[in-house]
C-alpha cells in the first residue's frame, strides 16, 4: 500500500500549482510521469538483483530509498519555481521511482514461486496492496495538505493538522520507509524443488502452456509473444493512466465548470476538491478490486480471453467518459477504467511466469514491466497534451499564511485524451488475438547456473 501511494499525485496537483504559479500544466505532470518511468526501468535492477541475493535485502533497500525521496521532496517549497520542479523531479520522481521499483518486485516475484497453482490470483493478492495505497493515503495527503477530517467514503473519522503541502511529502516518506522496510522484512523465496501438495501442471489449464519452460532474459526477448504482449501492456498503461493520474483535476474541471459563483467560495471550492480527492480514493479500491478478481478469473477463463475481455471493457468506457459529469457518474466511469487497469497489474505478470517460467521471474518480468513505465510517461503527458483550455475559474483559497486569496483554476477540456485511450485499449484487443505462448523447443532453457533461493 505505501508503494502504491505513488497514484495520489493528482491530490497535489492543484495546491502545487496554487504555490508555483508560473507552471503549466504539462510542467506539474511531469514528476508523475516520471516516477512511473523510473519505477518501471527500476523493477528491472530490483528484480536482477533478487533473483541471486533473494527479495528481503532488496525490499529494505527499495524502503530506504523511497521514504529518503520524499523527505528530500518536502524540501522543495524552499527553492524557486524553476530550481522548484528539478529538485521535486529529482527527489520525489528519481529517488522515489527507483525505491519503488526494486521492493515492488520482491513479493510479486517471490509469491509467484510459491503459488504457482494460482498464479493469477496470487499476483492479484500481491499487487492488489499497490492499488489500494491511493484509496488511505489520499485523503490522508488531502487533509495533510489542507486541514480537515480523515474521512473515508466522505465519513470524518479522525482531525488532521494542516502541514502544507511539501510538508506532505515528508511525513508520507517517514510512513513509507518504515511499512516497507519492516514488511520486507517477511520475505523469503521457497526451497529449492519446491511445489505445493497435490499440484500438477495440466496441459493448457487457465492460460498456461503445455510445458514449462524457464526462459533466459536474452532468448524471451526474441519471441514474437514478449513483444505483443509489451505493446498491449503499453496501451493498457497508458490508457488507465491517463484518467488515474489525473483523476482529481478532471473532477475539479467537471465541477468547477458547473458552478455559477464568480468567485467560487472557498467552502465550494473544497466540497469540489474533497469530492476529487474521494474519486481518488474510490479508483483506488477499484484498482486493488481488480487485480484480484481479474486474476483469479483469468485462472478459469485463462489469461490472454481475459486480457481481451478487460480491453474491450476498459475501451469502450473510456469513450464514454466526458459525458459522465455527474458525481456518482463520473465515479463509476473511472472505476471502471481502474479495476480494468488494475487488472493489467496482475495478469502480466503470471502470463510471464506462464510463458517464461519463474527462474528468471525477476528480470524477465522486469523487462515486459517497462511497457508500464513508457505508458506512465505517455498517459500523464497525453492527458496534458491533449487537453484545451476552455477558460479560467476565480475560486477562494488559503494561502501559505492561512488567508483567504483569489486562485484561478484553468478549466480543461479532456475529451481527445479520453478518445485517444479508449482506441487505444481497443487496438490492444485486436492485438491480444495474435498472442501465443512461444514453443518450449523453440525457446533456449537456461541451466546454466543455479536458482540462488531461501534468505540473503
Given at each position: 500500500m505505501s508503494l502504491g501511494a505513488v497514484y495520489i499525485w493528482s491530490v497535489f496537483q492543484t495546491p502545487l500549482l496554487a504555490r508555483f504559479p508560473g507552471w503549466s500544466e504539462t510542467q506539474v505532470?511531469?514528476?508523475?510521469?516520471?516516477?512511473?518511468?523510473?519505477?518501471?526501468?527500476?523493477?528491472?535492477?530490483?528484480?536482477?538483483?533478487?533473483?541471486?541475493?533473494?527479495?528481503?535485502?532488496?525490499?529494505?533497500?527499495?524502503?530506504?530509498?523511497?521514504?529518503?525521496?520524499?523527505?528530500?521532496?518536502?524540501?522543495?517549497?524552499?527553492?524557486?519555481?524553476?530550481?522548484?520542479?528539478?529538485?521535486?523531479?529529482?527527489?520525489?520522481?528519481?529517488?522515489?521511482?527507483?525505491?519503488?521499483?526494486?521492493?515492488?518486485?520482491?513479493?510479486?516475484?517471490t509469491c509467484v514461486k510459491w503459488f504457482p497453482d494460482k498464479r493469477g490470483l496470487i499476483t492479484g493478492l500481491a499487487v492488489a496492496g499497490f492499488g489500494a495505497g491511493a484509496f488511505f493515503f489520499a485523503p490522508l495527503a488531502r487533509g495533510l495538505i489542507g486541514a480537515g477530517d480523515y474521512a473515508l467514503f466522505g465519513i470524518p473519522l479522525f482531525p488532521l493538522p494542516r502541514v502544507g503541502v511539501f510538508e506532505t511529502f515528508t511525513v508520507l516518506g517517514v510512513i513509507f520507509l518504515v511499512a516497507v522496510v519492516l514488511g520486507s522484512q517477511l520475505l523469503r523465496n521457497p526451497p529449492a524443488g519446491y511445489c505445493p501438495a497435490g499440484f500438477v501442471p495440466a496441459d493448457g489449464a487457465a492460460g498456461r502452456p503445455a510445458a514449462q519452460a524457464e526462459v533466459a532474459p536474452g532468448a524471451m526477448l526474441r519471441t514474437p509473444a514478449f513483444w505483443l504482449l509489451w505493446l498491449t501492456y503499453l496501451a493498457g498503461s497508458t490508457a488507465g493512466l491517463m484518467v488515474i493520474m489525473k483523476a482529481a483535476p478532471i473532477w475539479e474541471t467537471f465541477g468547477l465548470a458547473a458552478t455559477t459563483e464568480a468567485p467560487v467560495s472557498a467552502e465550494r471550492f473544497a466540497s469540489i476538491a474533497s469530492a476529487a480527492a474521494m474519486a481518488v480514493a474510490v479508483l483506488a479500491l477499484f484498482n486493488a478490486a481488480g487485480r484480484i478478481l481479474w486474476g483469479r478469473v483469468s485462472d478459469t477463463l485463462g489469461r490472454r480471453e481475459t486480457l481481451i475481455l478487460m480491453f474491450v471493457i476498459c475501451g469502450l468506457?473510456?469513450?464514454?467518459?466526458?459525458?459522465?459529469?455527474?458525481?456518482?457518474?463520473?465515479?463509476?466511469?473511472?472505476?471502471?477504467?481502474?479495476?480494468?487497469?488494475?487488472?493489467?497489474?496482475?495478469?502480466?505478470?503470471?502470463?510471464?511466469?506462464?510463458?517464461?517460467?519463474?527462474?528468471?521471474?525477476?528480470?524477465?518480468?522486469?523487462?515486459?514491466?517497462?511497457?508500464?513505465?513508457?505508458?506512465?510517461?505517455?498517459?500523464?503527458?497525453?492527458?496534458?497534451?491533449?487537453?484545451?483550455?476552455?477558460?479560467?475559474?476565480?475560486?477562494?483559497?488559503?494561502?501559505?499564511?492561512?488567508?483567504?486569496?483569489?486562485q484561478v483554476f484553468q478549466l480543461g477540456e479532456y475529451g481527445k485524451a479520453f478518445v485517444t485511450g479508449g482506441l487505444l485499449c481497443l487496438a490492444a484487443a485486436v492485438v491480444m488475438l495474435a498472442v501465443r505462448a512461444p514453443q518450449t523447443g523453440a525457446a533456449r532453457v537456461d541451466v546454466s547456473r543455479p536458482i540462488l533461493v531461501g534468505e540473503r
Amino acid at each position: 500500500m505505501s508503494l502504491g501511494a505513488v497514484y495520489i499525485w493528482s491530490v497535489f496537483q492543484t495546491p502545487l500549482l496554487a504555490r508555483f504559479p508560473g507552471w503549466s500544466e504539462t510542467q506539474v505532470t511531469l514528476p508523475a510521469q516520471l516516477v512511473i518511468a523510473v519505477f518501471a526501468f527500476a523493477v528491472i535492477l530490483g528484480g536482477r538483483i533478487q533473483d541471486r541475493l533473494g527479495p528481503r535485502l532488496v525490499g529494505t533497500m527499495g524502503g530506504l530509498i523511497l521514504g529518503a525521496g520524499l523527505m528530500l521532496a518536502g524540501l522543495t517549497g524552499r527553492f524557486g519555481e524553476g530550481t522548484a520542479l528539478v529538485w521535486l523531479v529529482g527527489t520525489y520522481a528519481v529517488l522515489g521511482g527507483l525505491g519503488i521499483g526494486m521492493a515492488y518486485v520482491c513479493p510479486v516475484a517471490t509469491c509467484v514461486k510459491w503459488f504457482p497453482d494460482k498464479r493469477g490470483l496470487i499476483t492479484g493478492l500481491a499487487v492488489a496492496g499497490f492499488g489500494a495505497g491511493a484509496f488511505f493515503f489520499a485523503p490522508l495527503a488531502r487533509g495533510l495538505i489542507g486541514a480537515g477530517d480523515y474521512a473515508l467514503f466522505g465519513i470524518p473519522l479522525f482531525p488532521l493538522p494542516r502541514v502544507g503541502v511539501f510538508e506532505t511529502f515528508t511525513v508520507l516518506g517517514v510512513i513509507f520507509l518504515v511499512a516497507v522496510v519492516l514488511g520486507s522484512q517477511l520475505l523469503r523465496n521457497p526451497p529449492a524443488g519446491y511445489c505445493p501438495a497435490g499440484f500438477v501442471p495440466a496441459d493448457g489449464a487457465a492460460g498456461r502452456p503445455a510445458a514449462q519452460a524457464e526462459v533466459a532474459p536474452g532468448a524471451m526477448l526474441r519471441t514474437p509473444a514478449f513483444w505483443l504482449l509489451w505493446l498491449t501492456y503499453l496501451a493498457g498503461s497508458t490508457a488507465g493512466l491517463m484518467v488515474i493520474m489525473k483523476a482529481a483535476p478532471i473532477w475539479e474541471t467537471f465541477g468547477l465548470a458547473a458552478t455559477t459563483e464568480a468567485p467560487v467560495s472557498a467552502e465550494r471550492f473544497a466540497s469540489i476538491a474533497s469530492a476529487a480527492a474521494m474519486a481518488v480514493a474510490v479508483l483506488a479500491l477499484f484498482n486493488a478490486a481488480g487485480r484480484i478478481l481479474w486474476g483469479r478469473v483469468s485462472d478459469t477463463l485463462g489469461r490472454r480471453e481475459t486480457l481481451i475481455l478487460m480491453f474491450v471493457i476498459c475501451g469502450l468506457v473510456l469513450l464514454g467518459l466526458d459525458w459522465m459529469r455527474v458525481y456518482p457518474l463520473y465515479l463509476l466511469g473511472i472505476s471502471v477504467i481502474a479495476l480494468c487497469f488494475g487488472g493489467y497489474l496482475a495478469l502480466y505478470p503470471a502470463i510471464a511466469a506462464d510463458y517464461f517460467g519463474t527462474r528468471h521471474m525477476g528480470v524477465n518480468y522486469g523487462f515486459l514491466f517497462t511497457a508500464y513505465g513508457i505508458g506512465g510517461m505517455l498517459g500523464p503527458y497525453l492527458a496534458a497534451a491533449l487537453m484545451q483550455t476552455s477558460g479560467g475559474v476565480e475560486y477562494q483559497a488559503q494561502d501559505a499564511t492561512g488567508a483567504l486569496a483569489i486562485q484561478v483554476f484553468q478549466l480543461g477540456e479532456y475529451g481527445k485524451a479520453f478518445v485517444t485511450g479508449g482506441l487505444l485499449c481497443l487496438a490492444a484487443a485486436v492485438v491480444m488475438l495474435a498472442v501465443r505462448a512461444p514453443q518450449t523447443g523453440a525457446a533456449r532453457v537456461d541451466v546454466s547456473r543455479p536458482i540462488l533461493v531461501g534468505e540473503r
